[in-house]
């Protein structure tokens, strides 16, 4: 199998072009306020240019007029690693927490890192992030997310301020049924 690592930096360059084209812009240096990330991207392939997706894969994807993760809700252990795959359009998977890029609000669990891919636009590219503190995530796509492209991890078990209430830009399944269904396709909830 044949690994390579995205350089961020060349990454936020190409898709600073795109996301201009597409009229979309977002603030803030998408670490948090809490210095470097701790996250890495990367980018998996088997060789044969498709892709290596894994059970813990969302992909982020552009179809017509619709934005969205799919599964839109995932439930995972604490410590497992979720990768997000752009499968069409500009994408990133970025975590409410008040500060980090446009988010105003906090949908994390409380001393959980938050995590934020910036803008991914090449297909196949992936981000890569691990859940450590049990609880439950709500998170979004910065150019997208007024047009409520948005998404639900359940680390071990629901709780935290995302507990019984939706994200403000859009409408993800409950966390119990998460955790009962394992992972929620957006087709499935949305359907």
């Not at 961020?8 to 977002?26: E, Q």
Request: charged residues 20%; negative net charge.
């Amino acid at each position: 199998m044949e690994r390579r690592r995205i350089l961020k930096t060349a990454g936020i360059l190409a898709t600073g072009g795109v996301t201009s084209l597409a009229g979309c812009s977002s603030s803030g240096n998408g670490d948090g306020g809490d210095g470097e990330p701790t996250t890495t991207e990367t980018e998996e392939t088997d060789g044969s240019g498709g892709s290596n997706a894994g059970s813990n894969t969302v992909m982020m994807v552009t179809e017509g007029s619709e934005y969205y993760f799919d599964p839109i809700g995932l439930f995972v252990e604490s410590g497992e690693t979720v990768t997000f795959e752009i499968q069409s359009g500009s994408h990133s998977a970025t975590a409410y927490k008040k500060g980090t890029s446009s988010a105003s609000v906090t949908r994390i669990p409380e001393g959980a890192e938050a995590f934020n891919s910036e803008i991914l636009s090449e297909q196949g590219a992936t981000y890569e992030h691990t859940f450590e503190t049990t609880g439950t995530y709500d998170y979004f796509c910065i150019p997208h997310k007024t047009l409520g492209m948005v998404g639900r991890i359940v680390v071990g078990e629901p709780g935290g301020p995302a507990e019984g209430s939706m994200p403000p830009d859009g409408e993800v399944p409950e966390s119990q049924t998460i955790v009962d269904q394992g992972s929620v396709s957006y087709s499935e909830f949305s359907g």
